[in-house]
């Protein structure tokens, strides 16, 4: 699977970005959970959010929750990340991911695929 990550830019606090996650092999997306993780300099990876083979669950971090929404379009192969009331915290390179596995998927190790990752900055 490859993951192609799109939508980061500038924005300013407060403000909202879409990002999307183009993934290759149609017949094979719905085979994976796909999550959405983060890294800022100097800082560990962490987890922003995820979603189940079809959708029918989400996962966030706790610093995004109610910020933060995650959905998939298994038709389109992509999966989204619609972020809204940015803070400057939130500036990181956005990494999309693929996994196989059924659970864990807030842990990145749990991950088979990662996409190139796309810089998300937010000015105060």
């Known amino acids: 699977v490859q993951l192609q990550a799109s939508g980061g830019g500038l924005v300013q606090a407060g403000g909202s970005l879409r990002l999307s996650c183009a993934a290759s092999?149609?017949?094979?997306?719905?085979?994976?959970?796909m999550g959405w993780f983060r890294q800022a300099p100097g800082k560990e990876r962490e987890f922003v959010a995820a979603?189940?083979?079809?959708?029918?669950?989400?996962y966030y971090g706790d610093s995004v929750k109610g910020r933060f929404t995650i959905s998939r379009d298994n038709a389109k192969i992509t999966v989204s990340l619609q972020m809204n009331s940015l803070k400057p915290e939130d500036t990181a390179v956005h990494y999309c991911?693929?996994?196989?596995?059924?659970?864990?998927?807030?842990?990145?190790?749990?991950?088979?695929?990662w996409g190139q990752g796309t810089q998300v900055t937010v000015s105060s």
């Open positions: 092999g149609r017949s094979t997306f719905s085979r994976y959970g």
């Open positions: 991911a693929a996994t196989a596995r059924y659970s864990s998927y807030e842990y990145g190790t749990s991950y088979h695929y």
């Open positions: 979603i189940s083979r079809f959708g029918e669950s989400t």
